[in-house]
């Protein structure tokens, strides 16, 4: 019984534990100094500013709350540029399952919020790779320094 309580404790402290933030798990995290709301209002506004389209926004605690569960804001943002993906998803149809990219905005149980991404890198080697496409090293830093860019414009 002592084990059982002690494995319930132990998922229960990982499962609320931050995200990762390490590049190697395909992940970075950047503080905001803004709420998730504002975070999340920036954000859009910088991928619009750059000529990019938000395809939708998905809000996790909208839905907990539609069930009468709590949730603290976890906001997850759909972008991309239709000029560079159609032409990938023309030669890999399933690539649209995983096109368009995003971002999760996210808040702590202190309150604070922060921005999750893709490394480009990530990118390459799940998403690109997994339909069979190339995403040259290249392609892979341009898109972290674009993408770092946008979430600068949101968090700073």
């Given at each position: 019984?002592?084990?059982r309580?002690?494995?319930?404790?132990?998922?229960?402290?990982?499962?609320?534990?931050?995200?990762?933030?390490?590049?190697?798990?395909?992940?970075?995290?950047?503080?905001?100094?803004?709420?998730?709301?504002?975070?999340?209002?920036?954000?859009?506004?910088?991928?619009?500013?750059?000529?990019?389209?938000?395809?939708?926004?998905?809000?996790?605690?909208?839905?907990?709350?539609?069930?009468?569960?709590t949730?603290?804001?976890?906001?997850?943002?759909?972008?991309?540029?239709?000029?560079?993906?159609?032409?990938?998803?023309?030669?890999?149809?399933?690539?649209?399952?995983?096109?368009?990219?995003?971002?999760?905005?996210?808040?702590?149980?202190?309150g604070?919020?922060?921005?999750?991404?893709?490394?480009?890198?990530?990118?390459?080697?799940?998403?690109?790779?997994?339909?069979?496409?190339?995403?040259?090293?290249?392609?892979?830093?341009?898109?972290?320094r674009?993408?770092?860019?946008?979430?600068?414009?949101?968090?700073?």
């Open positions: 019984m002592v084990h309580i002690a494995t319930v404790v132990m998922l229960v402290v990982a499962l609320s534990a931050p995200a990762a933030s390490a590049p190697e798990s395909g992940l970075v995290t950047r503080p905001s100094t803004h709420s998730a709301e504002e975070t999340a209002r920036r954000f859009v506004a910088a991928v619009q500013s750059a000529g990019w389209k938000v395809f939708a926004e998905i809000s996790h605690d909208d839905a907990a709350r539609s069930v009468g569960m949730l603290r804001p976890r906001r997850v943002i759909l972008f991309g540029n239709p000029a560079a993906g159609t032409p990938a998803m023309q030669r890999a149809a399933t690539l649209a399952l995983d096109l368009p990219m995003r971002v999760l905005v996210w808040e702590d149980d202190a604070r919020a922060f921005l999750t991404r893709s490394t480009g890198k990530d990118i390459g080697e799940r998403v690109f790779a997994r339909h069979g496409l190339p995403y040259p090293a290249e392609v892979q830093q341009g898109f972290d674009f993408v770092t860019g946008l979430v600068r414009a949101a968090t700073e």
